[in-house]
Nanobody, 126 residues
Framework: VQLQASGGGLVQAGGSLRLSCAAS????????MAWFRQAPGKEREFVAA????????SYANSVKGRFTISRENTKNTVYLQMNTVKPEDTAVYYCAARRWYSGSWSSSLRDTMNYWGKGTQVTVSS
């Protein structure tokens, strides 16, 4: 199984960025997908998730209203559209997969994810 995250980079505060995560080696439509992020010196935290059917999404309070998660099961890809970014959004962003999960989401779920990608760096300048 591989989860390949891409789309990170340097962006000015107030700008936008779209991250992608391409999955292979798994039945993508059976997995709920999530984005987590980790800033230097901090624990990995939950950002957003979308359930396996695409019918439900969840967001951390810190990104609600600014970020949007979506998925294309035909392309085995999950996206994170990041708008109105802030310097505090600077982190390495990781995509992760968990099979058949439809419950609530939080940072505590990071140890329950089935698969992780390698991450993509997002840096927001002020």
């Amino acid at each position: 199984v591989q989860l390949q995250a891409s789309g990170g980079g340097l962006v000015q505060a107030g700008g936008s960025l779209r991250l992608s995560c391409a999955a292979s080696g798994l039945t993508f439509s059976s997995y709920s997908m999530a984005w987590f992020r980790q800033a230097p010196g901090k624990e990995r935290e939950f950002v957003a998730a979308i359930n396996w059917s695409g019918g439900g999404t969840s967001y951390a309070n810190s990104v609600k209203g600014r970020f949007t998660i979506s998925r294309e099961n035909t392309k085995n890809t999950v996206y994170l559209q990041m708008n109105t970014v802030k310097p505090e959004d600077t982190a390495v962003y990781y995509c992760a997969a968990r099979r058949w999960y439809s419950g609530s989401w939080s940072s505590s779920l990071r140890d329950t994810m089935n698969y992780w990608g390698k991450g993509t760096q997002v840096t927001v300048s002020s």
